[in-house]
């Protein structure tokens, strides 16, 4: 069973940083792919950046790039995402997903990517 555990989410203000943490079970970083989600309530889930292990190539949504990095622990299974320069329109609740296919998760159809964390709260004050 596959189970993927976000951490690291709070509330920071704005300019400030933050590192969220995704543990992955039952989930190997082999030709597949990770990354993260955010959502606010009443928006569609957005993609933020994600990682294809197939090539190790990341993807990064247009609003993060330049602020936000995704990397990996493989010995630990887990997916980070480093959060700098955070605005209040960061605020979100982010969530980890993970699917068998390589590539970015980004613009693939939520209900097709099959893994997915139970996402934490990132509040941004101005």
């Known amino acids: 069973e596959v189970q993927l555990v976000e951490s690291g989410g709070g509330l920071v203000q704005a300019g400030g940083s933050l590192r969220l943490s995704c543990s992955a079970s039952?989930?190997?970083?082999?030709?597949?792919?990770i990354g993260w989600f955010r959502q606010v309530p009443g928006k569609e889930r957005e993609g933020v950046a994600c990682?294809?292990?197939?090539?190790?190539?990341?993807y990064y949504g247009d609003s993060v790039k330049g602020r936000f990095t995704i990397s990996t622990d493989n010995d630990k299974n887990t997916v980070y995402l480093q959060m700098n320069s955070l605005k209040p329109e960061d605020t979100a609740r982010y969530y980890c997903a993970a699917d068998p296919l390589p590539g970015s998760l980004l613009k693939r159809p939520r209900a097709v990517i099959h893994y997915w964390g139970q996402g934490t709260q990132v509040t941004v004050s101005s």
């Open positions: 039952g989930f190997t970083f082999d030709d597949n792919a």
């Open positions: 990682i294809s292990f197939l090539d190790d190539s990341t």
